[in-house]
Structure formats: structure tokens, C-alpha cells
């Protein structure tokens, strides 16, 4: 279903003509207004009207989480604060927290885009949203909120957590949508088992969108047929607006990032070259309509690929791979560059693996050492010792393959690794360096 | 001839054992025997109770990984030679056998032996033909 059809389905050429007047108007109002682009765009001699088609965008600056960072807290602010109506936060797990400001249109937009994206997995006013992304200071729960409102759904605002709630509200109220992050998903699954409401029994869940988070097609997989729903991809990030950039629709061939409210670009992390389309990097966004926070050529971090090939659906804005990792995410261990999600995915190659690891990285002698922890499945588990043996190293096999690195991979019980209810958090560095 | 056994997933971690162990207590189940089997990474506890089925449901409560099978009790003479001619018997048979643990108790003047052939109904048949005696789950959990 698509909630837009103008803007979804907007031919290219007017497509351009009005990002290239939106992005004139975000940079006159950063550089007359934002006390960080002020200065940055008088430093680089760089006049605003000097933007006169979509490609001089490779003349403006990046904009990191540092910049955002440093201008704690007003800093990134393009109007008075009486004009903000709402703020977020997020906070790293170093230094300052990152501040951004909403107006009333920016709050409208985000409903906006947000409508789109829960029309996307199908959502009507008749449908009933449990919505367990967290509310507060975190995008993903007012996001969602302001999007069911604005299509006049009902949603349920049960936040993170409370599982054994989660469950009591999904089969009493009769759920049809969820939006969480996957790996919540996937521990509601879990109890839902347990509870005896799975497979399929009292309960009435259709479609969700999941975010927040990397995730993978297997975990895709085991969403859907735990739940026989349908698992969309949802993405976004609080220095944009929060969740709402970008969603896949039905057919699942990557995200359709709304265009005519953000710009995006693919960087090489090395080179910070703007990328042809198709090519894997860095994913740079800019936002083309937010007024309290305008974010020129913001550095996600987050490496994907644009891809403009014609949607079954009919939308014709651009879509984004599946995000596979973090350009500041990549471990380092003995001078190779690995991706969590590198490791994830040899592990989703294994029959009856399931996806709950965590990495830890050592230095025992002054060598780096790579162990996964891997919780065993009741499937995997076995009363002779050779047969989870052979499990372990054909984990340790796979590993190797995909990361040409030889780990040591530990079988913990099941359950005993954190489960994540907002980020899930893979990565344990030891190593003193 | 069947006896069934609770085998329980160990993650190689500072007493996890003795809160198996622990749990199994305190829900008043008294361990006939037991063996662990371990590697450097984790290790397998195999345990005889009188009543599997609660053991394996209290420990699953627990949050161990359990897992129930079929062994088979063999007595055997308590003289040097005697497990041999046992295995003899399997071996002959063409049976392989996966693992075994002794009893600490005995039947009589024999030693009793948990044995799990990786075909339980094959090891049962090859045994009794042989005349080697076995032991029923009553008779393991009154030793
Ligand atoms: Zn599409």
C-alpha cells in the first residue's frame, strides 16, 4: 500500500528539480542560522546561493556525530528554541550526547514518512499497532506513534520490554502490526513459544517493521515463519529525524529511502569520494525539509549500496541495500578488518545455529585473540560429546571462511548471552591498546 | 530393558555443576549415578534418577539444555575379565559402543554398568542373547 503516491511515484525529473530547491533552502538556513555550518561554511569561503544544482552537494561539508557532539546542546539548532516543540537525544557510549530539535513541520514530516513506512507492511486505520520500540528520549517510539496517528491506526504504546506483557497485550488485544527492533522480535518469538501462542494459536499479527539495529535475511526468515508474518526492514537515525528514512515495501529488494526529504549519497570511508550508484560504502545523509535541525551530508556510518533499477511496487525513489556494517564498527584483529555481521552471517549458514553470539576480542600475548560465544540450540545439543564437537568446528570452519581468520568459537546455554532490548550489543573489546 | 537417562548440557563455567547438582536436590531427586563428560570447552552430565521425567523438568525450569535417551544397565561378574566379555559380546555383534559408567552399588555379587550402544535395541537384543544379565529401571533405582 502506498500512503504517498505523488511523492513515491515521483517521476525523476521533478524529483530533482525539487530536491535541488529543497537542498538551496537547507543550506541557506544552516548557513544563516546554525552556529556550527555559520562558522564552517565562513571558514570554507563557501557562499549558500554557490548551490546551484544537485552534484555541488560534493562542495558542502560532512557532518560527523562529533560536530553534533561539540555543539552540545543548541549547537545544531536552525531556530529559536520557541519554535522547537520536541527533542531527542541519544547518547553515546563516550563523551557528550547528541541533541536534535524538532519544529512543528518537522514533527509532521516525520509522521509523515512514518505513515509511508507502516504503509508499507500493509497498516490501515483498521489495524492495531503494538509499538515496543522504546518511548523517550529514543526516536524509534514516538516515531512510530506519530506515524500510526497520522494514518489514524490505533496503536498500543507498550514501549521496550515487559515481555510477558508484550505476549498478554498481543493475544488479548489482538495485534495485527508490531514494530521492534529484530532481535526483540525474536526473543518475543521465544516467549510466545513458550506461552504456547506459538505455532499460530490466539493471535492475530500480520506484519511488522523491524529497526534499530543491524539484522540479517536469516533472521528475516526466522521472524516471518515463527510469527507467519511478514518482517520489513526499517531504517533511520535520530541525527535525521529518527526512524523513517527509509523502509522496504513488500517486495523486499531494499529500502526506499524517501528522497524528497532526504538526500543520500554512497562515500568510500577512505577516500570520502562519492560513490557511483550500486557500489558498497558509507552511507551520507541530508535532510531536505527539517527546520529545527537541518543535517547537511551527515556520515551515518552505516555501509550499504543505492540501487535505482524500476520496484515491482511502482515507487520510483531510490532503494538501499540491507545495512552490513559499520564503517566505525569494524574490529581490527590482527590487521584484519572484520564486520560483526560478517560472523553473524557464517553462523546463519549452519542448520540449526541459532543467531545469539557475542564477540570477544583479547590480547593474551601480545596477540590478538577472537573468541564467539555461540549459545547452543536444543537442536545442537546432543547426550555424545563428538556431535557438538563436530557442531563447534563446523562453526569454526565457516568463520574462518568468511573472515579468512581461524577464531575460537565457545558453545554457551542457551539463553545466557544478553538479549538486547534496544541495541543489541555484540562486540566485547578487552584488548588494552 | 530400557533405562532412561537425563543428559545435561554444561557451559564451561565455574559451578555450573554443582547448581545442577543443587537444583536436582532440591526438588528431592536422588541421583542413582551419574558420569560428566568433558572437553576443555563444555561438558555433558549424564545422570540415572528414579524419576527422569521431574529431573528433566526441573532442570529445564532451571534453564539447562536436557535432553533424555535410553542406556542400558548390565550386570557384570565383579572379577577381572568381566566388562570384557560384555563388550565382547557387542563387539562380535558388530555394535558400537558410544560410552560407559559404572554403578557404585552392586546387584548381588555383580557390578552394574551403564552402557549406550549407538543401537540400544540392537546392544539389549546382542546381550540377553549372550546370556549376560540385564538390569529394568525398578530394579537400577533399588540398588
Ligand atoms: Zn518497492
Same mark, same amino acid.
Request: cysteine-free; hydrophobic content about 30%.
Given at each position: 500500500m502506498i500512503w504517498n503516491k505523488q511523492a513515491e511515484c515521483m517521476p525523476a525529473h521533478e524529483l530533482k528539480s525539487l530536491q535541488l530547491e529543497r537542498l538551496r533552502e537547507t543550506v541557506r538556513l544552516a548557513g544563516e542560522n546554525v552556529p556550527h555550518y555559520k562558522k564552517q561554511f565562513a571558514d570554507m569561503k563557501l557562499k549558500p546561493s554557490s548551490i546551484t544544482s544537485l552534484n555541488d552537494i560534493s562542495k558542502l561539508p560532512f557532518t560527523s556525530k562529533t560536530d553534533l557532539r561539540d555543539g552540545f546542546p543548541f549547537g545544531m539548532f536552525a531556530v529559536p528554541q520557541s519554535d522547537i516543540v520536541e527533542i531527542h537525544t541519544s547518547s553515546g557510549t563516550t563523551g557528550k550526547p547528541i541533541v536534535v530539535g524538532y519544529t512543528r513541520s518537522d514533527i509532521d514530516l516525520w509522521g509523515e514518512v512514518m505513515a509511508r513506512c507502516l504503509s508499507m507492511a500493509g497498516t490501515t486505520r483498521d489495524d492495531i499497532i503494538q509499538n515496543g520500540y522504546g518511548y523517550g528520549l529514543f526516536t524509534g517510539g514516538l516515531g512510530v506513534h506519530y506515524g500510526a496517528q497520522k494514518i489514524g491506526a490505533t496503536v498500543v504504546p507498550i514501549s521496550a520490554g515487559n515481555t510477558k506483557r508484550q505476549i498478554e497485550i498481543m493475544r488479548d488485544l489482538g495485534t495485527t502490526i508490531i514494530t521492534c527492533t529484530p532481535s526483540y522480535a525474536l526473543y518475543l518469538a521465544e516467549s510466545a513459544e513458550e506461552e504456547g501462542l506459538l505455532p499460530r494459536k490466539k493471535i492475530k499479527l500480520r506484519a511488522g517493521c523491524f529497526g534499530a539495529e543491524m539484522w540479517t535475511e536469516k533472521m528475516r526468515d526466522e521472524i516471518e515463519s515463527r510469527f507467519k508474518i511478514m518482517a520489513l526492514n526499517i531504517y533511520g537515525l535520530t541525527e535525521l529525524i529518527g526512524p523513517g528514512v527509509a523502509n522496504e515495501c513488500e517486495h523486499k529488494n531494499g529500502l526506499h529511502i524517501f528522497e524528497d526529504y532526504f538526500y543520500p549519497e554512497v562515500i568510500s570511508p577512505e577516500t570520502l569520494q562519492t560513490l557511483p550508484e550500486g557500489e558498497t560504502g558509507e552511507l551520507v545523509l541530508t535532510t531536505l525539509s527539517r527546520v529545527g535541525t537541518p543535517m547537511i551530508r551527515f556520515r551515518t556510518r552505516d555501509i550499504t549500496s543505492l540501487h535505482r533499477e524500476p520496484c515491482k511496487c511502482g515507487r520510483t525513489v531510490v532503494r538501499m541495500a540491507r545495512i552490513t556494517g559499520r564503517s566505525d564498527d569494524m574490529i581490527k584483529v590482527r590487521g584484519v578488518l572484520i564486520f560483526p555481521s560478517q560472523i553473524e552471517r557464517a553462523l546463519l549458514e549452519? @542448520?540449526?545455529?541459532?543467531p545469539q553470539y557475542q564477540i570477544v576480542i583479547t590480547r593474551p600475548h601480545h596477540l590478538d585473540e577472537l573468541e564467539v560465544q555461540v549459545e547452543l540450540s536444543k537442536k545442537m545439543f546432543s547426550d555424545e560429546i563428538r556431535h557438538i564437537e563436530e557442531f563447534r568446528r563446523k562453526i569454526e570452519d565457516n568463520i574462518e571462511r568468511t573472515i579468512n581468520l581461524r577464531v575460537k568459537v565457545s558453545l554457551v546455554e542457551p539463553k545466557s548471552l544478553p538479549r538486547s532490548e534496544? @541495541?543489541? @550489543?555484540?562486540v566485547i573489546d578487552k584488548r588494552e591498546i | 530393558m530400557k533405562l532412561k537417562q537425563i543428559s545435561v548440557f554444561l557451559e564451561n563455567r565455574k559451578g555450573r555443576l554443582a547448581e545442577a547438582l543443587e537444583t536436582l536436590a532440591q526438588a528431592k531427586i536422588n541421583i542413582r549415578t551419574l558420569s560428566i563428560a568433558d572437553t576443555s570447552e563444555f561438558g555433558i552430565l549424564r545422570l540415572i534418577v528414579p524419576d527422569p521425567d521431574k529431573a528433566k523438568k526441573v532442570l529445564e525450569k532451571a534453564n539447562f539444555t536436557v535432553k533424555e535417551n535410553s542406556v542400558i544397565a548390565v550386570m557384570v561378574d565383579d572379577r577381572p575379565g568381566g566388562l570384557a566379555a560384555s563388550l565382547r559380546v557387542l563387539s562380535d555383534a558388530n555394535i558400537n559402543v558410544e560410552y560407559l559408567y559404572a554403578f557404585v552399588e552392586k546387584s548381588g555379587e555383580k557390578a552394574v554398568v551403564i552402557l549406550r550402544t549407538e543401537d540400544v535395541d540392537a546392544g539389549i537384543k546382542a546381550l540377553k542373547t549372550a546370556g549376560i544379565g540385564l538390569l529394568k529401571a525398578e530394579q537400577v533405582y533399588k540398588l
Open positions: 549452519i @542448520k540449526d545455529v541459532e534496544g @541495541k543489541a @550489543k555484540r | -
